[in-house]
């Protein structure tokens, strides 16, 4: 079984400055990594997503997150945040065993300052 | 439409009663999910269907959940004897399948009391 933990419920960050979320997780096989992004009143949205070859992947709004296996982690950073990235973010792993079922962490709450 | 769609939006329902909760994914998806979010927590896995079969229903936390999916396209999740444990988001998301984007409906909140 896989297990995914997000040490951080909320993270309080002022505009144009940088921020990391933090993600590791738990598993005893292979895993494929995930961050999913949840904006006010919207639906879970993939962010970025790690299966497989270069472990820093990144996405098309200035997200980046580094898979390293040594330390289980799988952090969600951006240089230089915008109001607009104010949302919930998830992180989910699942096995590579085939199975499609995401396990994910509880969520941190980027609040974004002026 | 363009996305997931999941009726009704809200459901209240009282303990002991059965309810079914529709998804409609999106054209062509062959793959379907169920999630269910309480209150503070990620979403969790309920079950997985590729076309017609539920292809991991390991999921489901008890008997009283069954999903289904008839012709590979829409899916209904129901809950008999509802509890009020049960109460939560119900997130239905579907893709092409393999490990191509899953798109995520918004969810119907199901409120046992």
């Known amino acids: 079984a896989q297990s995914v933990t997000q040490l951080d419920s909320q993270v309080p960050v002022f505009e144009e400055a940088p921020v990391e979320l933090r993600c590791n997780y738990s598993?005893?096989?292979?895993?494929?990594l995930f961050w999913y992004v949840q904006y006010p009143n919207q639906g879970l949205q993939l962010l970025l997503k790690y299966l497989s070859g270069s472990t820093l992947v990144e996405s098309i709004n200035g997200f980046e997150a580094e898979f390293n296996k040594s330390q289980t982690s799988f952090h969600l950073r951006k240089p230089s945040v915008h109001i607009s990235d104010t949302a919930e973010y998830f992180c989910a792993v699942s096995a590579d065993t085939g199975r499609r079922a995401l396990t994910f962490g509880s969520g941190t709450r980027l609040q974004v300052q002026p | 439409g363009a996305g997931v769609s999941q009726t009704p939006s809200n459901k209240v329902t009282e303990k002991g009663k059965y309810v079914e909760l529709r998804c409609d994914p999106i054209s062509g998806h062959t793959a379907l999910y169920w999630y269910r979010q309480s209150l503070g927590q990620g979403p969790e896995f309920l079950i997985y269907?590729?076309?017609?079969?539920?292809?991991?229903d390991s999921g489901l936390p008890n008997d009283r959940f069954f999903a289904v999916r008839p012709e590979g396209s829409v899916s209904t999740l129901k809950i008999q004897r509802t509890e009020r444990g049960d109460s939560a988001v119900y997130l239905c998301?579907?893709?092409?399948?393999?490990?191509?984007?899953?798109?995520f409906g918004q969810g119907t909140r199901l409120t046992v009391v």
């Open positions: 998301a579907s893709s092409l399948g393999g490990w191509t984007e899953a798109f």
């Open positions: 598993s005893s096989v292979s895993v494929y």
């Open positions: 269907f590729q076309g017609t079969g539920a292809a991991d």
